[in-house]
């Protein structure tokens, strides 16, 4: 049988090549530090918070790896949220450990550290190799930036045996990294479901740092929506895909990121609620329905939805859709503020909705009736819920306990979406032909505040007259 070998482009160096690379290098000229990251104090009131919801418990929060993307390429790294908020720390690889001690918890870092001058994986290693990913912060330096002691990724498993043996419990966030556990023998299902409830519990309401980075990812996003204004005013062909790209430009450029997939949904596109494929051509006479959000240098994100015309003005019947839709979020609003059930603004929304398919003449039963428990046939125009927690993930907290989010009350600090809308596909014979392949939706993002609500995405034009004039002075 023939001997199989892999192909491999790395050729082996020779002795005097090895030699050769390790001579001549003046002192580093400094390393990329790390990206912006929230005040150490602020990590590890959160660290303590955690803590005092899960004591005498070993606690395991991995960063995760880059996910494959296609053969030998990944994707870029995103590390997992829970992570991210109890460390500021963005590497890969890197695991948090919190270990029992004196009534709460000591934190420690393991990361894979910078390759330095003193072995030869500076120029060898394509993973962590200075010349391959640039010059990284020693693991001294990041402790002092972070406030938590850092140590090398490959004592991990050492460290968790040792840690095992002593016989108490250990929590570990399985998934986002398969070998930060293997030490870790597997523990009750229900237990690890806590330690991920718990965590999305406590970060449902923001901190002012991260309204602050919550403020400034709106703002990245209301200059993606401005750069897709500038560009359906351009007097050529478009697409779906120019609307997107003008969006992601924008964001990058500003020195931020996407939070997802934009959806760029024209014409009957609209009613689809997640067209990511953007790549249709833009037609005179019908609506675009843009769902994007930039994200942070910190990994907060928006999420906002606009509705524009692409001719630049709304026929009669995309304005009369338009404006249902527009009540229904602000009736949504005067239901948001502390002390408030969270599904109050869903209901109200419904509410809206109902009587707007009603007096359309698409209902086929009073809104009334549609609202029962028994009926909700307005949903079948309705689809999605309209408005979810918003953060360091696009739907933020989704593994919150529902007593806490979706069957609890607001709380001031806490961000998220408002998002009615209504989808009428293009082969519904049971509303009039003007309406079908129809999508509307207007999505903001709201903190709740002491006394009420403030929308932070307020300064996009949401009025239809204001929106075809935003359009014209694109």
């Known amino acids: 049988m023939t ?14 090549l090895a030699e050769f690379m390790r001579q001549g290098w003046a002192p580093a000229g400094g390393t990329l530090g790390p990206p912006p990251s929230p005040p150490p104090e602020l990590t590890a009131a959160r660290r303590a918070a ?10 395991v929060i991995p960063a995760g790896q880059p996910p494959l993307r296609a053969g030998d390429q990944h994707y870029a790294f995103r590390p997992d949220s829970n992570y991210v908020w109890l460390t500021g720390d963005q590497s890969p690889g890197a695991v948090l450990v919190m270990e029992p001690a004196g009534g709460g918890h000591e934190a420690t870092l393991y990361l894979v550290p910078p390759s330095g001058r003193d072995n030869d994986e500076f120029w060898l290693n394509g993973a962590t190799g200075e010349l391959w990913i640039g010059p990284r912060p020693p693991l001294a330096e990041l402790s002092g930036l972070l406030g938590i002691d850092c140590r090398p990724r490959d004592e991990l498993g050492q460290a968790l045996a040792r840690q095992v043996a002593a016989g108490s419990q250990t929590l570990l966030l399985r998934g ?10 597997p523990s009750d299902p229900g237990a690890e479901t806590m330690l991920r409830a718990t965590l999305a519990e406590l970060r449902l309401v923001k901190d002012e740092w991260e309204i602050g980075q919550l403020r400034e990812a709106v703002t990245l996003t209301a200059a993606g929506f401005a750069a897709v204004a500038r560009v359906l005013r351009e007097p050529r062909p478009l697409s779906e895909a120019d609307v997107a790209a003008a969006f992601a430009h924008a964001a990058h450029a500003a020195g931020g990121g996407l939070g997802y997939q934009p959806i760029a949904a024209a014409g009957w596109h609209g009613a689809i609620l997640h067209w990511t494929r953007n790549d249709a051509p833009l037609s005179a006479g019908e609506l675009i329905v843009l769902d994007a959000g930039a994200e942070t240098r910190t990994l907060y994100t928006a999420d906002v939805t606009r509705t524009y015309p692409v001719s630049g003005t709304f026929t009669a019947a995309q304005r009369e859709v ?21 599904r109050g603004y869903h209901r109200a929304v419904a509410a809206a909705l109902a009587d707007g398919l009603e007096k359309l003449g698409v209902l086929p039963v009073p809104a009334a009736e549609s609202l029962r428990e028994d009926s909700g046939l307005h949903r079948r125009w309705t689809l999605c819920a309209p408005g979810h927690m918003l953060g360091l993930d696009v739907h933020d907290c989704g593994d919150a306990p529902a007593s806490s989010y979706i069957d609890g009350v607001f709380a001031a600090g806490q961000v998220l979406t408002v998002e009615p809308g209504l989808y009428f596909q293009r082969d519904d014979s049971l509303v009039p032909a003007p309406l079908r392949g129809l999508g509307v939706r207007i999505e903001d993002d709201v903190l709740v505040t002491a006394d009420g609500c403030e929308v932070l995405s307020a300064g996009l034009p949401r009025e239809p007259a204001a929106v075809e004039e935003w359009l014209a002075r694109a």
């Open 50 to 59: 955690l803590s005092d919801r899960l004591p005498g418990g070993r606690l």
């Open 3 to 16: 001997e199989y070998r892999r192909t491999s482009f790395r050729e082996p160096p020779s002795a005097q």
């Open 176 to 185: 986002p990294d398969p070998g930060a556990g293997e030490a870790v023998p």
């Open 322 to 342: 338009y404006d249902i839709v527009l009540a229904a979020q602000q009736d949504a609003l005067g239901a948001i503020r502390p002390g408030q059930p969270f």
